[in-house]
């Protein structure tokens, strides 16, 4: 059983320092940005996105804790879920920012009970519609994504060009 916990502010140090980096080596990884570049940018992305931390209006971020399904006193941080309340036009909706289970929690359900709980937490806010971005290299996100209901809205590619001869 997974449960989103309010993320600390000791909590949220921990994840900002984390997500920042992955999200420059994500950028780097797409082809994005340059490996001079990304820390820079990714930093200035965070400071734009949560300029008060955890208690930035209209941003939610969670711990998610597995409970022991007999006792349910036990519990572990197996990751986290970030989402905002934006409009891009057609209205209010939640964005998913962030979301990571940590490596060794991995394909064991806590992903997809995580989702589940999002959703949860997306209706009670009144909202109706979950959006999301993930990287075309993520496969195991994508395919998580497409398993809970999420369908393809855009598309976008690039492509390398070398020197010619």
């Given amino acids: 059983m997974v449960e989103l916990v309010p993320m600390t502010h000791a909590a949220f140090e921990v994840f900002l320092d984390s997500a920042v980096r992955d999200y420059a080596q994500d950028k ?15 930093t200035q992305e965070f400071q734009a996105l949560l300029p008060n931390g955890v208690d930035t ?9 597995a409970r022991d399904t007999i006792t349910t ?3 572990t941080a197996v990751g986290m879920l ?5 409009d891009f036009g057609a ?12 490596e060794p929690f991995r394909r064991r359900g806590y992903g997809t009970q995580a989702l589940q709980a999002l959703e949860h937490e997306v209706a009670q806010l009144g909202l109706t519609k979950i959006a999301l971005h993930v990287f075309g290299y993520n496969q195991g996100a994508f395919a998580l994504y497409q398993k809970m209901g999420y369908a393809i809205t855009d598309i976008s590619m690039a492509k390398t060009i070398t020197s010619q001869p």
Avoid: C, M, R
Wanted: charged share 15%.
């Fill in 57 to 65: 209006p209209d941003h939610y971020l969670f711990t998610i804790v």
């Fill in 82 to 86: 970030w989402f905002a309340i934006k």
């Fill in 91 to 102: 209205g209010q909706i939640a964005f998913l920012y962030n979301f990571e289970i940590a």
């Fill in 28 to 42: 780097i990884t797409a082809g994005t940005w340059s490996e001079e570049q990304a820390l820079e940018l990714s």
């Fill in 73 to 75: 006193e036990t519990q």
